[in-house]
C-alpha cells in the first residue's frame, strides 16, 4: 500500500497536451517538451509560508505559531529571495507558483500579489500559468478567497481532511465540515474547474464503510480534482504519541489497503481519472500542473522558510543542478535574506545517479509512467530498455501484472500502482547496477563527481 504524504509542488509546460487511455488505468497523459533546453529554461516556483493559527496533532512540517505580525518583513523577504534564486537560476519562465504551508491563506492577498508582481518583473509567466494557493477552510480563509484570486491566484487547494467534526478534531483542525463544504462551494463559484479538494483515510476510528460514506458526500460538492493521503505516524507529533501510548489506534494496513481501493473505484465511477498514486482529475486542464513538474523531474526553485528547490545555477556558471534547502526557522532565515539575499542553508550538487533516481522514483508515481524520450531527456546513453530489460526481478514484476515496458515506456499497471513503495528499491537497485559501472569509467577518465557545496552551515 503506497504511504504517500508528499505534498511538495512545482511544474506547469507551455507544450500541447493530449489525453490517451492505456493499460495501466490512467486517463491524463500529457505530451513532453521538444527538447532538453526547456529543462534548464523553465522552472516552477514553490513558496513557503511558515506560520500557523495551530499545529494539527499529525503534522510535522516545517510551520510554526506566531502572535506577532510580521507581515512587512516576511514580504520583503520573500520578493529579496525570489530575485536572488531567479537571478541564480537564469530561468526565463516561471510555468507555475504554488503557495504552501503552514497555512498560507492566513497571509494578507497583497502578500501574494506582491510575490507574483516580482516574479512577473524577473521573468516570463504565461497567462495560462497555473497559480496555486492552499486553503484551510475555516471562516477567514473562505473570506480571503476572492481577494486572493484578484492577487492573481486562479487556483485553490483545499485541505479539507475530513467531514466528520470528531476526527477533525482529533486531527487538530481548526474547522468543521460544514466550513469545509462552504469553503469548496466559495471556492468553485471564483475559480470552476481548479479547485483541488485534500482527503486523508485511515484514520482513528475510521472503517471502510465510514469511509465510503463520507467519499460519496464528499463527491456531491468536490470539483474536477481530489487528492488522497493515507495517514502516516510522524515521529514528535502529538498523533504519533497518542497512538504509542494508546489512547489511539489506527486502521490495520489491509483495511487502509481496501479503503484506498474503494475511493479509486468510486472516484472512477464519478468521472475521476487517477494520474498519480494519490491525484484525480476530471480531464486534462484539471490536474495538478505544477505538481507534475515534480513528478516529471522538471526544475523548482522554493522559496521562504525550510523550502527546497532543484535547479541549475546558470547564474553563477553552474552546469550540474542543485539541491538546495532554505533555513527552517523564519526568523533566522529572515536575518540572511537581509544579509545575502537569500537563505540558502545547504546545497548539494547532484551526480547523475542521484538524478536519476529522482526521475525514476518520482516518474513512476504517474499512471503513464516514463516515456523513453522523457527518460533520454536524463539519460541519452542508457535508455529504459537496457537498465530494466533485462532484470530478472523486473521481469517477475511484468509476468505478474504488475508493471508494463514496452515501447512507449515502464509504467505501473492499475494493481500495480498500489504496489509501487514494494517495487521500487528493486528498481532502484537495478538503476544503480546499470549506471554506477559507467560512472566509475568516467570518473577514471576525468569526469566529475557528486560534491556538496559550500552552505551556511560552513559560516
Known amino acids: 500500500m503506497i504511504r504517500h ?12 497536451q493530449r489525453c490517451l487511455s492505456d493499460t495501466s488505468g490512467g486517463g491524463v497523459i500529457q505530451s513532453e517538451p521538444s527538447c532538453s533546453a526547456d529543462l534548464i529554461k523553465q522552472a516552477s516556483l514553490y513558496v513557503h509560508w511558515p506560520y500557523c493559527l495551530r499545529r494539527c496533532s499529525y503534522c510535522n512540517f516545517n510551520k510554526y505559531i506566531t502572535r506577532e505580525n510580521k507581515d512587512d518583513i516576511m514580504t520583503q523577504c520573500l520578493q529579496r529571495e525570489t530575485e536572488t534564486l531567479l537571478r541564480l537560476s537564469d530561468v526565463t519562465c516561471i510555468s507555475s507558483v504554488f503557495f504552501g504551508g503552514g497555512t498560507p491563506s492566513l497571509a494578507h492577498p497583497s ?23 492552499e486553503v484551510n477552510p475555516t471562516p477567514e480563509g473562505m473570506s480571503k478567497l476572492e481577494d486572493f484570486c484578484h492577487a492573481g491566484v486562479n487556483r485553490f487547494s483545499i485541505g479539507v481532511q475530513s467531514l466528520q467534526n470528531e476526527d477533525l478534531k482529533i486531527l487538530g483542525r481548526d474547522h468543521n465540515w460544514q466550513q469545509a463544504l462552504q469553503t469548496i462551494k466559495q471556492a468553485i463559484s471564483l475559480c470552476p474547474g481548479r479547485v483541488s479538494v485534500d482527503v486523508m483515510f485511515g484514520r482513528p476510528k475510521q472503517t471502510v464503510e465510514s469511509w465510503e460514506n463520507e467519499l460519496s458526500e464528499l463527491l456531491k460538492v468536490c ?3 481530489v487528492s488522497l493521503y493515507q495517514l502516516t505516524l510522524e515521529r514528535g507529533t502529538q498523533l504519533f504519541k497518542q497512538v504509542q501510548q494508546g489512547e ?5 494496513d489491509d483495511v487502509t489497503s481496501e479503503m484506498y481501493q474503494c475511493a479509486r473505484r ?15 482529475a476530471r480531464h486534462q486542464n484539471a490536474v495538478s500542473h505544477h505538481n507534475l513538474s515534480y513528478w516529471r523531474g522538471r526544475q523548482y526553485i522554493g522559496v521562504g522558510p525550510g523550502a527546497h528547490g532543484r535547479f541549475v545555477l546558470q547564474g553563477e556558471g553552474g552546469v550540474t543542478r542543485e539541491a538546495r534547502t532554505q533555513t527552517l526557522e523564519p526568523d533566522v532565515w529572515m536575518c540572511e535574506v537581509q544579509q545575502r539575499g537569500h537563505g540558502t542553508r545547504r546545497r548539494i550538487q547532484l551526480g547523475h545517479l542521484e538524478l536519476l533516481e529522482e526521475v525514476l522514483v518520482m516518474g513512476m508515481r504517474m499512471t503513464e509512467g516514463i516515456h523513453h524520450k522523457h527518460w533520454e531527456l536524463f ?3 542508457l535508455g529504459l530498455m537496457e537498465i530494466f530489460g533485462t532484470s530478472t526481478e523486473v521481469q517477475e514484476f511484468l509476468q505478474s501484472g ?23 528499491p528493486a528498481l532502484l537497485v537495478e538503476l544503480e547496477g546499470q549506471i554506477s559501472p559507467r560512472l566509475k569509467r568516467d570518473h577514471h577518465a576525468g569526469g566529475e563527481t557528486k560534491r556538496r557545496l559550500p552552505s551556511q552551515d560552513d559560516t
Open 5 to 16: 504524504t508528499f505534498r511538495q509542488v512545482a511544474r506547469a509546460l507551455s507544450h500541447g
Open 111 to 133: 502578500i501574494i500579489a506582491a510575490v507574483l508582481d516580482t516574479v512577473s518583473k524577473q521573468v516570463h509567466i504565461p497567462q495560462t500559468a497555473e497559480i496555486t494557493l
Open 223 to 225: 470539483d474536477h480534482h
Open 248 to 252: 489511539l489506534s489506527l486502521p490495520a
Open 266 to 280: 468510486m472516484l472512477q465511477q464519478n468521472g475521476f481519472l487517477q494520474y498519480e498514486v494519490s491525484n484525480f
Open 379 to 381: 539519460s541519452p546513453d
Open 402 to 424: 504488475k508493471l508494463i515496458l514496452d515501447e512507449r515506456g515502464l509504467r505501473c499497471t492499475f494493481d500495480g500502482l498500489a504496489l509501487l513503495d514494494s517495487m521500487l
